[in-house]
């Protein structure tokens, strides 16, 4: 009972803060709400005990990219514009694609997730015990760690190249060497000794 | 029901009670060896040997008026400080001070650590923000670039010492140093693990943040009263929480120096305190003695010391335990 309390009281928090991050008028808010996204979403996966996806969201969505997204919007110019669009503008596309987004989650949760209905009156045994899983069990990580090396090792390269192309790509984008800016060399520093410290130039 | 509610307040209260008085005979102890050092005194006036003087400081800050800055977003403003304390006493729900003394035995404790101290950058970036001034607003920046930099590393050196342990567990860390402790086969990552604490808390020599000379006391200028004292605290018992890793990670937990008869007389929580007060005198002395790092030394020193070295690390210990056959499990 107590688990879907909080399931709700979570979901509740996430659709709030998803409606606020789209109509507070402060952007640094809107991304304050949107972290009250990701850290209730955390929540939710905590509660279906993935606690290894929950927290690697937490470190990976909150701690990095949204802290890299606080930075660059409060280092903008804001300007408190009272904006008058009209929302009603997108509402057939938004809706029509929001429509479809749901159907497909929908169809989806409900083919795969939910599990048969049992009429209960009709099993004798209510609660079975699952010994195996009893016995032995595996941790998140491990059954995590066990499929993904095992079946889905893969997608795992393709998707490390697909970030170190990501990662290259940003580098040489924002990469300007500048010749003429005078840089530090601390070994070269550490290594001056008398010897190489006093010499004869010729002034011409 | 309530009987559990009642229960788990009070394991809660027997950790923040007495965390919250270590903080306070930190402050202590720091002005009172700083003292040392630099040949004065400290603190002598209030109770026996100044003892008392901590309680003295807590309620002079608890008596004075509270100022909100009239240009401040003041939510974010009150806010702000509660979240960098509540995240400094969340962290200790899963350190264990002896076998199974600790309020959750969690199987990811080490990551959970980690997430809480990744959110601590959001306590102070966003009272640099809200504060509306550009003093606290440029600590905040310093300080969120900091703390994200040097946490890459941090990330490292735990995922390397989580190799030679096989478990994210704390207590299953702790118990795999039985026979030696690991700051002796990860030398140089127990070092690097320290110096990256260091900057992780904003503290000397990497005390950017509030570099008084040049932004007054940074993100936290606008603060008075219990909102200061809160950022105060939070700051100090992060001190503790990161110390208390490094002596979870590198110098053994709870265990005795060695396994025999007078030093196993000594209970576990005890050997945990002495560890950790290594770590808390080094914090005070490095302040007293160390002078402070220009901002893009201390960037060059995160981005293209630390991290490739701690990569470079990590690779050799993998390649290590694979090549002797040493991984657990």
């Known amino acids: 009972m107590s688990e879907f309390t909080f399931f709700y009281l979570f979901a509740g928090l996430i659709l709030i803060s998803a409606f606020m991050t789209i109509t507070v008028s402060n952007p640094v808010h809107s991304v304050l709400f949107l972290i009250l996204v990701f850290v209730g979403s955390a929540a939710v996966l905590l509660l279906m005990e993935v606690e290894f996806l929950s927290l690697m969201f937490i470190i990976i969505y909150v701690g990095a990219i949204a802290v890299l997204f606080l930075f660059v919007v409060m280092m903008l110019d804001i300007k408190l514009s009272s904006s008058n669009n009209n929302y009603l503008r997108y509402l057939s596309i938004g809706g029509f694609l929001g429509f479809l987004f749901f159907v497909e989650t929908y169809y989806l949760v409900e083919t795969s997730v939910f599990a048969p209905q049992v ?72 290594s001056r000794q008398v010897k190489n410290a006093t010499f004869l130039t010729t002034i011409s | 029901m309530l009987f559990f509610i009642i229960i788990n307040v009070l394991k809660i209260l027997s950790i923040v009670v007495p965390l919250l008085i270590s903080v306070a005979y930190f402050t202590l102890a720091e002005r009172k060896i700083m003292g040392a050092i630099q040949r004065r005194r400290g603190p002598n006036v209030i109770g026996w040997a100044g003892l ?160 008084e000379a040049e932004l007054v006391s940074g993100y936290n200028v606008e603060y008075s009263a219990m909102g200061f004292a809160l950022f105060f605290l939070g700051e100090y018992a992060n001190m503790l929480l990161m110390s208390s890793l490094t002596t979870i990670l590198f110098l053994g937990g709870w265990l005795p120096l060695f396994d025999i008869a007078p030093f196993n007389w000594i209970p ?23 002078p402070r790092y220009r901002y893009d030394q201390l960037m060059t020193l995160g981005w293209k010391v630390f991290l490739p070295l701690s990569l470079g690390y990590l690779l050799f210990t993998a390649s290590m335990l694979v090549s002797f056959n040493w991984l657990p499990n």
Not at chain 1, 152 to 172: E, K, S, W
Not at chain 2, 268 to 290: D, E, N, Q
Request: aromatic share 14%.
């Open chain 2, 268 to 290: 576990s929580p005890v050997w945990f305190g002495l560890k950790l007060c290594i770590f808390v005198v080094l914090f005070i002395w490095f302040r007293a003695t160390l």
């Open chain 2, 52 to 211: 008392l003087q901590p309680l003295a400081d807590g309620l002079k800050l608890f008596a004075k008026e509270t100022i909100l800055p009239s240009n401040a977003d003041l939510v974010v403003f009150v806010f702000a400080p509660m979240l960098t304390f509540i995240l400094s006493l969340i962290g200790w729900a899963v350190i264990p001070f002896g076998e199974g003394l600790l309020i959750s035995d969690i199987q990811v404790g080490i990551l959970y650590l980690f997430a809480i101290s990744s959110l601590g950058v959001y306590g102070i970036i966003t009272s640099g923000w809200s504060s509306n001034s550009k003093y606290a607003f440029l600590g905040a920046l310093r300080s969120a670039a900091q703390m994200v930099s040097y946490e890459v590393s941090i990330g490292f050196i735990i995922i390397c010492v989580v190799l030679c342990v096989g478990s994210f567990n704390l207590t299953e860390i702790v118990l795999a140093q039985k026979s030696i402790w690991f700051c002796v086969p990860l030398f140089p990552m127990f070092i690097m693990f320290f110096i990256s604490a260091l900057a992780e808390t904003n503290r000397h020599p990497f005390d950017l943040p509030e570099a």
């Open chain 1, 119 to 190: 009429d209960s009156s009709l099993v004798l045994e209510s609660s079975y015990q699952d010994w195996i899983t009893r016995l032995d069990t595996l941790t998140n990580m491990e059954c995590l760690g066990q499929f993904l090396y095992t079946y889905y090792f893969f997608h795992f390269l393709i998707a490390g190249i697909v970030l170190l192309v990501g990662m290259i790509g940003a580098i040489v984008l924002t990469l300007h060497v500048n010749h003429t800016s005078k840089n530090q060399l601390i070994c070269k520093q550490l």
